[in-house]
């Protein structure tokens, strides 16, 4: 079933080519583009598509940790990954970031609260060179806040069309979560209503 391991994983990582290339989303990745990846067949790739939406890593984790190792796992995050919300993610969804490492995990909690992506490429620069900033970038987001923030940001949640976004605006100021649940459901099921709602914040 599981196709062969990818060696020297982290040596393809580490090249320009993967810092360069967009991950693939696991909520919105086609059934074609999912069981083209490296040790995901057909099965997996519909697996993958039953258990959406994935609200974090890790819950996309432990949907492949029945059919693929650790390694294997890592291989597959080298091309699809749920992105990390930089604020709250849990050190466990952290460490799934491939080549990451403890004192690294630890850096990026050591900037929270993160204002915008800018500041992350800021704080981790310090550590790591350019090239390896924008391959964790890959991995990471800002949430933006409902009430405040550009077009430009609210176009860079995963999925997001200019419909959507225009929505998004149409109902400000948010009050609450709840009334951002409330608004944005009378486009769209309650799945895709929660997964919109993990990129964004009202603090």
């Known amino acids: 079933m599981r196709k062969t391991s990818v060696l020297g994983l982290f040596l393809v990582f580490a ?93 990026f909690e050591e900037y929270r609260p993160y204002e915008s992506i800018e500041q992350f490429r800021r704080e981790i620069g ?20 409902l009430n405040s923030a550009s077009r430009e940001q609210i176009m860079a949640i995963p999925g997001m069309s200019e419909r959507m976004a225009h929505e998004f605006e149409e109902y400000r100021p948010y009050k609450d979560l709840e009334q951002f649940r409330r608004e944005i459901g009378k486009y769209v099921d309650a799945d895709e209503v929660a997964r919109l709602e993990s990129y964004v914040t009202l603090d």
Do not use: C, W
């Open 15 to 107: 090249s320009s080519a993967f810092a360069e290339t967009p991950l693939l989303n696991p909520n919105l990745a086609t059934a074609s583009e999912l069981s083209g990846l490296e040790q995901v067949d057909a099965a997996l790739a519909e697996k993958i598509e039953a258990n959406r939406p994935y609200l974090s890593a890790l819950e996309l984790d432990a949907t492949l940790a029945d059919d693929l190792a650790t390694d294997q796992r890592s291989a597959v995050y080298g091309a699809l990954f749920r992105p990390l919300n930089l604020n709250t993610a849990s050190d466990a969804e952290i460490m799934l970031i491939p080549g990451m490492s403890k004192r690294m995990a630890h850096e």
């Open 126 to 145: 310090k550590y790591v060179d350019d090239e390896e900033v924008a391959r964790l970038e890959r991995y990471v987001f800002v949430p933006v806040n």
